[in-house]
């Protein structure tokens, strides 16, 4: 079993800075692809940014890409999700995910959910 617990969420005007960030605990951390998903009112659940076992490679949604980065520090079981230059639509409950794959990308099955911070955009 993997426990993700999300952190870093609240409400931010458009432009800003928001930082998340996740901490694991359980199985080997550095067994499991990494990830952030996403989910906006109304809405179903989307993929945002994904990493590697060890950091070394990411990948993200076109949405986010340039704005958003996905990082992780394995001394402390912990994944962070930098947001710059946040947009209304931006706007939603954001969830950590675990999965024992190589990297997590848009379709990958994911295996541990975190609870989900929420993020709110203003205008």
């Known amino acids: 079993q993997v426990q993700l617990v999300e952190s870093g969420g609240g409400l931010v005007q458009a432009g800003g800075p928001l930082r998340l960030s996740c901490a694991a605990s359980g199985r080997t951390f550095s067994s499991y692809g990494m990830g952030w998903f996403r989910q906006a009112p109304g809405k179903g659940r989307e993929f945002v940014a994904g990493i590697d076992w060890v950091g070394g490679s990411t990948n993200y949604a076109a949405s986010v890409k340039g704005r958003f980065t996905i990082s992780r520090d394995s001394a402390k079981n912990t994944v962070y999700l930098q947001m710059n230059s946040l947009k209304p639509e931006d706007t939603a409950v954001y969830y950590c995910?675990?999965?024992?794959?190589?990297?997590?990308?848009?379709?990958?099955?994911?295996?541990?959910w975190g609870q989900g911070t929420r993020v709110t955009v203003s205008t």
């Open positions: 995910a675990a999965a024992s794959v190589h990297m997590i990308v848009a379709h990958t099955r994911v295996d541990y």
